[in-house]
């Protein structure tokens, strides 16, 4: 067997690990004797490589079930909770809420106790005043575990997976100053504030919320129809910060790049700035640099003419990013989306290649396709169990709105480009950059209004995902065994 594969096995192993620790009880009792079993074999029969590499199998599969198991324990080991904070904090993250902000906070570096320094916790503030980035804030409050208002939703573990395990009881905060956070990360944010502040201020509402969507990721600015429209179409992935739209984006700036007289590994490089420039003006969240890293991978294997065979590189980016962080398996939606969409392009682009694009080159179809369809193929379970929905018309809408995506989102940057440089040509592009935003949301509305549009459901078992993947599994073995037989002839 040669060391690429054992590699791979090894990577695949402790994905399994972290996935059997994530989805069930396991006692570190049975992680311990395992791997006690697992060492006892490999000194015994050390000389023989089978033995060796099961046992080196086994070793990974505690390891990624032991590393999970920890941090699983650290969501239950709250020390914290009821202790009363009178403490200055700095502000790490501000969004919206139906009732004002929610604010991440996490304490100064000169704080009472030197064990409460790494300590971050959620806040719900008034929507007055607006607080941002690197605010100081004094606050006081007594801190509780984060509650699950929603049983259909685990928003405990969605904000650990964060590193956050306490909110604020009746909490009050004043600012006390400014700029405590990264220098760069707040000119980060506050470039993102002027480009989406430039993009409202030509393009009138939902258009313009739609392209701040699309360069910059994020629906908030979308209303409540609008985004019930894009689940039922499946095209929530346009404005998400996912490896589902990021990747589909980054083939089409490919074709974008090819088209302004670019040589194909030229355009790919342009696509790999195009995704750098995204994730930044994304404002770097931890779902927009997994999203890149997916993508980038993509990239990379295109660009060096191995995408049939980079499935190695996906899984030991997924088993780095779990090695950080273990609860981004089953807790964090765009990591499944970003690591499943990516996979399902690679595995399936030689069989599509093969047997459908080189048939069927016209405009370029064939390609939206089938990138399409292989990323709904290996997401759809996801979705399904995330959301409820499975939509019916979501590969007609991406066929329809994926070709003119590239295009909106360039229109809409140099909307603010010029925004800062000349304001009458801005405007020429905004109207432009209009035509095609409107475009997209009335089609996406016409499609969502069909009776058939989309099927609900209900509750999916995990069972049924495991099965799901397994049988995928077992197409995707025959597909590649079939077209080595082939090749072979």
Not at 260 to 275: D, E, N, P, S
Not at 379 to 399: M, R, T
Not at 432 to 445: G, K, P, Q, S
Request: proline residues 3%.
């Amino acid at each position: 067997m040669s060391k690429s594969r054992v590699f791979l096995l090894i990577l695949l192993s402790f994905l399994v690990g972290v996935f059997a620790r994530s989805f069930f009880e396991i006692n570190q009792n049975c992680f311990f004797l395992t791997l006690v079993c697992s060492l006892i074999i490999l000194f015994i029969f050390y000389r023989n490589e089978l033995a060796n590499v099961i046992a080196f199998l086994v070793c990974a599969f505690v390891f990624g079930g032991w590393l999970t198991d920890g941090e699983i324990a650290k969501t239950n080991d709250l020390i914290y909770v009821g202790k009363n904070f009178n403490e200055k904090v700095i502000v790490e993250k501000v969004s919206e809420s139906s009732f004002g902000q929610n604010l991440i906070v996490k304490m100064r570096n000169e704080p009472a106790s030197s064990a409460d320094k790494k300590i971050s916790m959620l806040m719900h503030v008034p929507q007055y005043p607006e607080y941002k980035y690197g605010d100081l804030l004094s606050i006081s409050c007594a801190a509780k575990a984060i509650e699950n208002r929603d049983p259909s939703f685990d928003y405990r573990m969605y904000m650990a997976k964060e590193g956050v395990l306490y909110q604020c009881d009746k909490g009050k905060a004043n600012k006390v100053g400014e700029n405590q956070g990264s220098w760069i990360y707040a000119k980060i944010i506050s470039a993102r504030n002027l480009f989406e502040d430039k993009i409202s201020r030509v393009i009138p509402v939902p258009y313009g919320a739609l392209g701040i969507g699309l360069l910059l990721g994020g629906s908030g600015g979308l209303s409540k129809e609008i985004q019930n429209d894009f689940s039922v179409t499946g095209m929530t992935h346009i404005v998400a910060v996912s490896g589902y739209n990021v990747t589909i984006i980054a083939e089409y700036l490919i074709m974008l790049g090819i088209s302004l007289g670019l040589w194909r590994k030229q355009a790919i490089w342009f696509a790999l700035v195009g995704i750098v420039l995204f994730v930044i003006m994304a404002g770097l969240p931890a779902s927009a640099v997994r999203a890149g890293v997916m993508s980038s991978i993509l990239l990379w294997a295109m660009k060096n003419g191995r995408l049939a065979s980079s499935e190695n590189a996906i899984i030991f980016a997924a088993a780095i990013m779990l090695w950080l962080n273990p609860l981004l398996l089953r807790w964090d939606v765009g990591f499944q989306l970003s690591f499943l969409a990516t996979l399902g392009i690679v595995m399936t682009s030689s069989f599509w290649e093969k047997s459908f694009v080189k048939k069927n080159r016209a405009l370029g179809i064939s390609e939206m396709i089938t990138l399409s369809l292989s990323a709904q193929i290996f997401v759809l379970p996801i979705i399904a169990y995330n959301f409820h929905l499975a939509s019916l018309v979501s590969l007609l809408a991406n066929v329809l709105i994926l070709p003119i995506i590239p295009l909106s989102m360039l229109l809409v940057f140099l909307v603010c480009v010029f925004g800062f440089l000349f304001l009458p040509l801005s405007i020429v592009f905004a109207w432009l950059a209009f035509l095609l935003l409107f475009y997209e949301i009335r089609l996406i509305n016409v499609l969502a209004q069909f009776p058939w549009a989309s099927v609900s459901i209900e509750k999916v078992s995990e069972w049924w995902i495991v099965v799901y993947y397994c049988i995928l599994t077992l197409v995707i073995y025959f597909l590649k065994k079939r077209e080595n037989i082939a090749e072979e002839k």
